[in-house]
């Protein structure tokens, strides 16, 4: 392949065939707002060349191909054509009026009692920048939820980029290994290890650096469909600190599993240690990290919350939901509301993973 000396380009034109220049010219002035740039030959124009809201397009009588389709980003598109949101230019382009910012999608849940085993090493496949994914929840609840166990097998730098997601909820959890991580106003790098946990807020810019051979994450999503952008206009680390920024309603944070307390869990018997995500959330999410401390069961009871996940850190332990389903190191569960279930046969080491929404 031919290396491509950037810094000789200096601009880009979308070529769109306009048999129909003047009236093709005349509904992109008047109707879009675009600029004429230039337009040739003088007695018998054959191409237009026009500028506006950030794309530049060449008006070629001549050309073949396509109309072509552009996307109009607009603050209220209902505003822009009397409430038209599909227009067609007279040399047949199709412009389409989006909302600019658009609000997230949440599908309706589609609840599944879901039992995601180990599997080996089939169960990973490629993925982004070098990583490996093991979909927890294949079914994605309708949409509304995305569960993966990600490994990088070699380790070192990690060919990621800074970017940000819009988002709902998204947490990574740190199974195995260290991973390197820098975020938006939170300063510089820093390490997260086998314990630790990040919540990564709606729209922070962040960015993978490097890992430690065999690193293993949980990540947890909401919804499962949803949009990454490549931030080219911030660096990271950036000049500012600020631990309480509030992104959309959340703020980062950065759980650290030598400094956490162990505290009692919901069930008696058993303790757990919590991540803070439920008050890093305002209470939209909670993660906690539960072990038996002188049970080995659970009594059977329903759920009412839209999410409830389990992963078996360490350990093994029985479930009793429609069956019964012994689970080891690795395994996953989420379980719907109204199902009842119950843990049993808890080992000594047994360490659970549990994410619920609400909080």
Not at 269 to 298: H, S, Y
Request: charged fraction near 20%; aromatic fraction near 8%; hydrophobic fraction near 45%.
């Amino acid at each position: 392949m031919i290396a491509i000396d950037k810094q000789q380009i200096t601009g880009a034109e979308v070529v769109l065939p306009s048999a129909e220049l003047e009236a093709t010219l005349a509904f992109f002035r008047h109707r879009l707002g675009f600029q004429l740039q230039s337009i040739f030959p003088a007695d018998a124009p054959a191409v237009a060349v026009l500028a506006g809201h950030g794309l530049r397009l060449r008006l070629d009588r001549d050309a073949e191909g396509a109309p072509g389709h552009i996307r109009l980003l607009c603050r209220e598109p209902d505003a822009v054509a009397g409430g038209e949101r599909v227009l067609t230019a007279p040399n047949g382009t199709r412009i389409e009026l989006v909302e600019a910012e658009r609000p997230v999608n949440l599908p309706p849940i589609k609840p599944e009692l879901v039992i995601a085993r180990m599997g080996g090493e089939g169960a990973f496949d490629a993925g982004r920048a070098g990583m490996l994914y093991r979909d927890l929840i294949p079914g994605r609840l309708g949409g509304r939820f995305i569960a993966s166990h990600i490994r990088i097998p070699a380790g070192g730098p990690v060919p990621d980029y800074v970017h940000f997601h819009k988002i709902r909820f998204q947490m990574i959890f740190c199974r195995v290994g260290w991973v390197r991580l820098v975020y938006e106003d939170q300063g510089p790098p820093f390490v997260m290890e086998a314990g630790d946990c990040v919540l990564q807020p709606p729209e922070i810019r962040h960015r993978v650096l490097e890992s430690s051979p065999g690193l293993e994450v949980i990540e947890i999503a909401c919804p499962a469909v949803h949009e990454t952008f490549a931030e080219n206009a911030i660096a990271l680390p950036t000049d500012r600190v600020d631990a309480s920024r509030d992104f959309g309603g959340q703020r980062f944070l950065w759980h650290v599993a030598a400094k956490a307390r162990w505290q009692p869990w919901r069930v008696p018997g058993f303790e757990c240690r919590d991540t803070g995500i439920g008050e890093a959330t305002r209470g939209l999410a909670a993660a906690r990290v539960v072990r038996p401390k002188g049970a080995a069961e659970t009594p059977s009871a329903a759920h009412d919350r839209e999410f409830q996940f389990f992963f078996v850190l360490d350990g093994a332990v029985t479930l009793a939901c429609t069956g019964t389903h012994p689970l080891a190191a690795g395994d996953a569960v989420t379980i719907p509301a109204g199902l009842p279930y119950a843990l049993s046969n808890c080992s000594d080491e047994l360490s659970l993973l549990e994410v619920t929404l609400p909080a």
